[in-house]
């Protein structure tokens, strides 16, 4: 079982960022599935999800809530997160993705302030969190369901009066060389205290990030290491970072991710790299990859049909 795994997430990793299934637990990814949710009221219910939660506009009136696994849910009674504050802008405004349970917009508005004290930083550029109701995207992410999950650009934001067309038209900047096995020049110690912050907040779950940044950080770090648990090399994320918090105390129907392993994942990062520089052959009795199919009403939560019909 255990070579069994480490054959998957071998496979994942020849893959390269095209894919983000949930591999072996020590490399737990950004599109790891929660258990399926019993529910009744939608079992037969065969519509595609994204088709039906990517045209929804806005949010649900209802209380907040996150539903389901981060790849597997829905989010009601979300908050959207201005477009723009004295320390962040979000981007690409036309996706409408900026929107997220409460806890998830405080976040990223009290990063964004720390972000804002870093020379050469004004703030934070915001990429996707979720849709107005969460569940799966027409395009994109597999994960970001639930509104607890947020991407930001490493791009430093020099100035925070983009209009709505110069947030379609900029783009972040990538941080990495040798297909993510390194950081190149453009990483700064200011990537790496921003990403310390968000480690260090309780509200944080787990960081993804590409495996080279993390390891620049585990040979950087001087200090105490325990933040480093939570920052986890994964699959693209080398134009921005991937924050996912935890389940918010109380939100019974949200499906936490399993627990990280312990330790500051240091080698399990140089690993990564280590595969990616010399990447070991292809296990011959390797199962081939399942084909990833549209997730229905019927794989969602039954909660997540009352989000998608409520006003
Ligand atoms: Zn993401």
Known sequence: ?????????????????????????????????????????????????????????????????????????CQAGAVQLPESGPTWQAMRLSRNRNWAQPVTVQFVQDLSRFAATQPGWAGLYIGDMSQPRGGPMLTGHASHQTGLDADIWMLPPRRLDLSRQEREDLSSIRMDRSSGAYVNGDWSAQHMAILRAAASDPRVNRIFVFAGAKVAMCDAETGDRTWLNKIRPWYGHNYHFHVRLNCPAGARGCEPQAAIPPGDGCEDARQWVRDILNPPPPDPNAPPPRPRGELTMAALPGQCLNVLNSN
Do not use: H, W, Y
């Open 1 to 73: 079982m255990v070579r069994k795994l480490a054959t998957v997430a071998l496979i994942l990793v020849l893959a390269g960022c095209q894919t983000d299934r949930p591999a072996s637990p020590a490399r737990d990814g950004e599109g790891a599935v929660g258990r399926a949710s019993i529910s009744t009221q939608n079992a037969n219910d065969s519509r595609i999800a994204k088709t039906l939660f990517g045209a929804m506009s806005f949010a649900s009136a209802q209380p907040p809530e996150a539903i389901g696994g981060f790849s597997r849910g």
